[in-house]
């Protein structure tokens, strides 16, 4: 499986909202709804932000917010946070048991 | 609450075995699958295999078959994953995860155990 594909980096200014996107295949975003995303501070393991395309798991902000239209799934920060400033990675089941992780976006809060 | 904890850093040769462990607590060990993945000094992640204890069976990511070796003991609660043939870039964390079953994704990981292959 190939890693999907994600921007290295996206950045914003406290309040904005910014967007990272995560595109992958017919064979795995495309096909399933089992794309999740996590958020890595540094040093520290990651977290489960979104799961199932749209929904957060109990706790996390109503900030984050998931979508998916094709082969590409997205995640939106709003009202941009210093605490939100890490790494984030999507994820996607592709069949067969396995699964594929996005190469991941540094997030810069200005 | 739920914790997925993770044994200490491991400094192996190459050639070598490892074997990580990660024993769960806070929630019926038997009912939820636990996932491994690893993420190399400054890069990303990469999926590892899972164990699916009702069933009794593992699965491991073509990239790890034949090298990676997932068990598990449930009188401790504990997941064992064994990497052979260790090379140099098998340096890296090495994290547990635990998944609902058939959710699709990690909602507790373990802590990390670097592994440095030199």
């Known amino acids: 499986q190939s890693a999907l594909t994600q921007p290295a980096s996206v950045s914003g200014s406290p309040g904005q909202s910014i967007t990272i996107s995560c595109t992958g295949t017919?064979?795995?975003?495309?096909?399933?709804?089992?794309v999740s995303w996590y958020q890595q501070h540094p040093g520290k393991a990651p977290k489960l932000m979104i799961y199932?395309?749209?929904d957060r798991p109990s706790g996390v902000s109503s900030r984050f917010s998931g979508s998916k239209s094709g082969n590409t799934a997205s995640l939106t920060i709003s009202g941009l946070q210093p605490e939100d400033e890490a790494d984030y990675y999507c994820?996607?089941?592709?069949?067969?048991?396995?699964?594929?992780f996005g190469t991941g976006t540094k997030v810069t809060v200005l | 609450q739920v914790q997925l904890v993770q044994s200490g850093a491991e400094v192996k040769k190459p050639g070598a075995s490892v074997k990580v462990s990660c024993q769960a607590s806070?929630?019926?060990?038997?009912?939820?699958?636990v996932h491994w993945v690893r993420q190399a000094p400054g890069q990303g992640l990469e999926y590892m295999g899972v164990?699916?204890?009702?069933?009794?069976?593992?699965f491991c990511a073509q990239k790890f078959q034949g090298r990676v070796t997932i068990t598990w003991d449930t009188s401790t609660s504990t997941v064992y994953m064994e990497l052979s043939s260790l090379r140099s870039d098998d340096t890296a964390v090495y994290f547990c995860?635990?998944?609902?079953?058939?959710?699709?994704?990690?909602?507790?990981w373990g802590q990390g155990t670097l592994l440095t292959v030199s």
């Open positions: 995860a635990r998944e609902e079953p058939r959710t699709c994704n990690f909602d507790y």
């Open positions: 806070g929630y019926t060990f038997s009912n939820y699958y």
């Open positions: 164990m699916y204890p009702s069933a009794g069976t593992t």
């Open positions: 017919s064979s795995d975003v495309g096909f399933y709804n089992y």
């Open positions: 199932d395309v749209t």
């Open positions: 994820s996607s089941y592709a069949t067969n048991n396995d699964y594929v």
